[in-house]
T-cell receptor, first 113, second 112 residues
Framework: NAGVTQTPKFQVLKTGQSMTLQCAQD?????MYWYRQDPGMGLRLIYY???????DKGEVPNGYNVSRLNKREFSLRLESAAPSQTSVYFC????????????FGPGTRLTVL | GDSVTQMEGPVTLSEEAFLTINCTYT??????LFWYVQYPGEGLQLLLK?????DKGSNKGFEATYRKETTSFHLEKGSVQVSDSAVYFC???????????FGPGTRLSVLP
């Protein structure tokens, strides 16, 4: 049971390049989330998916797109990276319908030059 | 909207000192409350939680009590260790776990 996995762990992009961050969970959770973590800002929700086939915007969705590929996988895409998107990105998941805690992946550290 | 306020730190303590990290919240509903810990280079891990008023969450010597009257969920530990050095996040959920709100995090450094 690996929990929540994310790839890659580190990435450096040039402004304007695109990339996709991958996330997968093996806990049979319905809901999945993408956050970014910036110094002094805590975690901010980018997008979430309450269940397979649905996605919704969070607090800071601009510049990002997501795909809930199936129940296990939830990807985050940067179409045209900007330096303001330099951050650490975390994927999380939890059961839907209860006050259950979220389980987090190890994060992806992204630098946009 | 829903929000969480916590002392930002950094907090520096000597080993075996008493720890308190304050957390207060505002919420439109009746939230569940959580403390998460993030060790260097890692993701967040759940430390403890409480789902209703007067509940006490506890784990690894840490405790926090859900105080509805003061809208608080302060984290305490009686004797910290060097290994407790990490960033601690207070969080709430008001919509059946759908959407969490995190505080800014408090960095704790424990010196030997």
């Amino acid at each position: 049971n690996a929990g929540v996995t994310q790839t890659p762990k580190f990435q450096v992009l040039k402004t304007g390049q695109s990339m996709t961050l991958q996330c997968a969970q093996d806990m049979n959770h319905n809901s999945m989330y993408w956050y970014r973590q910036d110094p002094g800002m805590g975690l901010r929700l980018i997008y979430y998916s309450a269940s397979e086939g649905t996605t919704d915007k969070g607090e800071v969705p601009n510049g990002y797109n997501v795909s809930r590929l199936n129940k296990r996988e939830f990807s985050l895409r940067l179409e045209s990276a900007a330096p303001s998107q330099t951050s650490v990105y975390f994927c999380a998941s939890n059961k839907r319908g209860t006050y259950n805690e979220q389980f987090f992946g190890p994060g992806t550290r992204l630098t946009v030059l | 909207g829903d929000s969480v306020t916590q002392m930002e730190g950094p907090v520096t303590l000597s080993e075996e000192a008493f720890l308190t990290i304050n957390c207060t919240y505002t919420a439109t509903g009746y939230p569940s409350l959580f403390w998460y810990v993030q060790y260097p280079g890692e993701g967040l891990q759940l430390l403890l939680k409480a789902t209703k008023a007067d509940d006490k969450g506890s784990n690894k010597g840490f405790e926090a009590t859900y105080r509805k009257e003061t809208t608080s969920f302060h984290l305490e530990k009686g004797s910290v260790q060097v290994s407790d050095s990490a960033v601690y996040f207070c969080a709430l959920s008001v919509r059946l776990g759908q959407n969490f709100v995190f505080g800014p995090g408090t960095r704790l450094s424990v010196l030997p």
